[in-house]
């Protein structure tokens, strides 16, 4: 064999070479286009929900500063008290959510999240009803919420206006 032949042989050995690399690229490009609207898509959902999962603002409020915050125009009361506890009396114009209700979240779910909520339950306690509450407006995007501390009890001491539904 002489060093030409040698020469060629090298060549052509490479040129194997090459092309099999071309062609793990070209399966890895192929790969890669086929799985690219799907990175892209998971990407613009992962952005969409951190955008969209900002947390709400609670402010506890209580007797007469509770009801100074009905004067405002966005302010929706949300009693979360079962039936048997509105019937005895209600923050006038307020809207009854049972909290015990199998469709709970659906119900919460309508309410209009650019609205401001001021939600209570009869106590009005740390972990209580109105407290548990929370969470579900904050799934909705509503970002300012206000929780009545002392709940319809304490509304009732500070001598605020109640009515009693009709039966």
Not at 20 to 30: F, H, T, V, W
Request: aromatic share 6%; glycine share 6%.
């Amino acid at each position: 064999m002489d060093g030409t032949h040698l020469k060629i042989h090298d060549s052509s050995k490479s040129f194997f070479h090459l092309k099999l690399a071309l062609n793990d690229c070209l399966k890895s490009y192929k790969i890669m286009k086929t799985l690219r609207p799907l990175i892209t898509s998971l990407l613009c959902l992962i952005l969409a929900t951190a955008a969209h999962s900002k947390s709400v603002q609670v402010i506890d409020v209580e007797g007469k500063s509770a009801e100074e915050k009905l004067k405002e125009k966005s302010v929706v009361v949300l009693d979360v008290r079962t039936p048997q506890e509105v019937a005895l009396g209600r923050i006038p114009g307020s809207v009854n959510i049972n909290i015990y209700d199998e469709d709970f979240e659906e119900k919460i779910a309508k309410l209009d999240p650019s609205k401001t909520y001021l939600v209570h339950c009869a106590a009005g306690a740390p972990t209580g009803r109105s407290r548990k509450t929370i969470p579900a407006l904050e799934k909705l995007g509503i970002e300012k919420v206000y929780h009545l501390n002392g709940g319809f009890s304490g509304w009732q001491a500070a001598g605020n206006s109640v009515e009693v539904p009709e039966k």
